[in-house]
């Protein structure tokens, strides 16, 4: 998605309001269940105000003082962008973790296949349903790769074990990853 990513292509930028905040921050919690609400203050505080950028490909990015930290693609899950996940890895993001051979692939942009988390490197969690917002981790690794959603779940990936069982989002090295800011 961020592939080629051009911050000035971005067109308008909008405050978020406080009630959309909240909003937000509900979505951000169901999409983490292991956040609690100390965390998501601690990461969303109410100063300074999100500003909302529109993206080419119906993509919705979240900044604050510029820089981005979620981003939304139509209405799918709010997720992290990998700067802010790695800014706060202390926070019980939900995660994925792929084997070793699938790191290039991943970090060329290709999307994880379902053998990819199903192999003896690999794990995710037992109920996570199609759709569903994930930061994914490579085995042996202490620091996240990509971010993505869910394709299948988690229980169609270890029946099925074929094609692609994550849709990756953003990736380490991607352009949103290497832009600082947007304005």
Known sequence: MFKRFDPSDCSTSTQ????????????????????????????????????????????????RDSEPIFFQHRDGPILPTLRFVHRYPHVGWTHAI??????????????????GLTSAGGS???????????????????????????????????????GVGIDCAHFLGDDLFNTNEIS
């Open 16 to 63: 978020v309001k406080t009630s959309a905040q909240r909003a937000i921050k509900a979505q951000i919690l169901e999409s983490h269940p292991a956040l609690n609400s100390d965390d998501i203050d601690e990461i969303l505080p109410k100063k300074p105000p999100l500003m909302q950028y529109k993206s080419p490909g119906h993509v919705t990015i979240f900044c």
């Open 98 to 115: 792929v084997d070793k051979g699938a790191i290039p692939f991943i970090l060329g942009g290709a999307h994880i296949m379902c053998v």
């Open 124 to 162: 995710m969690p037992t109920d996570l349903e199609a759709g569903r917002g994930l930061v994914i981790m490579a085995e042996g690794k202490d620091s996240a790769i990509a971010v993505g959603s869910m394709k299948l779940s988690t229980h169609d990936v270890k029946n099925k074990n074929k």
